[in-house]
């Protein structure tokens, strides 16, 4: 009789929680996601293979969008986002190249590169099969905790880019984003260098305890160490942008909805505790976003726009 009793007061807490808290239903793609008439048409170039030297033994794709309006004479904003072939494919519920030239020519956001790349693959060629399945070391790229994801993108990827195009050095002006895995890598590469990433976009985030490796010497930490390593260190200048769904994943790794809630609950804390102190450092600016959703990349994909736009408001 008591089990019962306490079994109907949790379940009558999670339904008063439920009540209060706003989750958004019937998301769909909009406007920004199709062309538009009299969006002038960007450059979308691709793929190159990339062989990188700090992540050893692989090799991955990327795909360059150039907007129409960029001028080499003066340096463009960046948007980074893994899962390149994802996030570009025409037909896909990203779209990202297709948001990037809408809302630049609508001014909603500054003129903005986008570079979009795939996680690596462990062999000498990438493989012509993989479609949209995941090359076979993005595991163990995304969901690490370690700087090495990110110093490839710092040290490699962008000076690459560089080379043909004038690249924003403002890490205010340099965006990051991805779903699922990709959302915790561009998270990490934010969170490991700031002065370099400031802006993330967020979507489906696997906030769970994928890279965590109990075996290993010294035991590394995972996705789900993030809420308490928010708690515990001092505040990064990140302007972060969190989507998830009501319905992501709940496996051996995690909930992936309740990991989302503590992200937004820590950066809460943080803040607060700041404010509490008069500490001097910055604070964290964040905004979320529940759906309905599940595991899939519908619900971020079309709030993209929306999340973009966020990103870039304070700058006007």
């Not at 406007?31 to 033994?57: A, N, R």
């Not at 099969?129 to 490839?152: I, K």
């Not at 895995?181 to 985030?205: L, N």
């Not at 509490?276 to 759906?291: A, D, G, H």
Request: no cysteine; charged share 20%.
């Amino acid at each position: 009789m008591k089990r019962i009793i306490l079994f109907l007061l949790s379940f009558l807490f999670i339904l008063r929680v439920s009540a209060q808290m706003e989750v958004r239903t019937a998301i769909e793609m909009g406007p920004d996601h199709y062309p538009q008439e009299g969006v002038p048409k960007g450059e979308f170039l691709g793929p190159f293979d990339f062989h990188s030297k700090i992540i050893e033994g692989t090799v991955r794709q990327y795909w360059l969008f150039i907007p129409a309006q960029y001028e080499p004479s003066k340096p463009a904003s960046l948007l980074v986002f893994q899962d390149g072939y994802r996030a570009t494919n025409p037909n896909g519920s990203i779209r990202a190249p297709q948001v990037l030239e809408n809302l630049i020519a609508k001014g909603e956001i500054p003129v903005t590169i986008g570079i979009f790349i795939s996680p690596g693959n462990l062999s000498e060629t990438y493989p012509t099969n993989l479609g949209s399945s995941n090359p076979n070391n993005r595991a163990a790229e995304y969901d690490a905790m370690d700087d090495r994801y990110a110093r490839f993108i710092i040290e490699e990827m962008l000076p690459t880019v560089s080379k043909d195009y004038n690249l924003t050095s403002d890490p205010e002006q340099r965006a990051i984003g991805g779903t699922s895995s990709g959302a915790i890598a561009a998270f990490t590469v934010a969170w490991h260098y700031p002065d370099y990433f400031r802006k993330v976009y967020s979507g489906i985030g696997s906030y769970v305890s994928i890279g965590f490796r109990p075996n290993e010497t010294p035991v590394k930490l995972g996705g789900q160490d993030y809420p308490a390593l928010i708690r515990r260190e001092k505040i990064r200048p990140i302007r972060i942008f969190i989507q998830d769904g009501t319905n992501d994943l709940s496996n051996e790794w995690g909930n992936w909805f309740l990991a989302n809630q503590q992200m937004v609950s820590a950066f809460e804390y943080a803040n607060q505790n700041a404010d509490k102190n008069n500490l001097s450092n910055p604070r964290y600016e964040f905004t979320y976003v529940w759906t309905d959703g599940e595991h899939s990349d519908k619900h971020p994909g079309a709030l993209l726009p929306e999340g973009l736009k966020w990103l870039w408001k304070s700058d006007k």
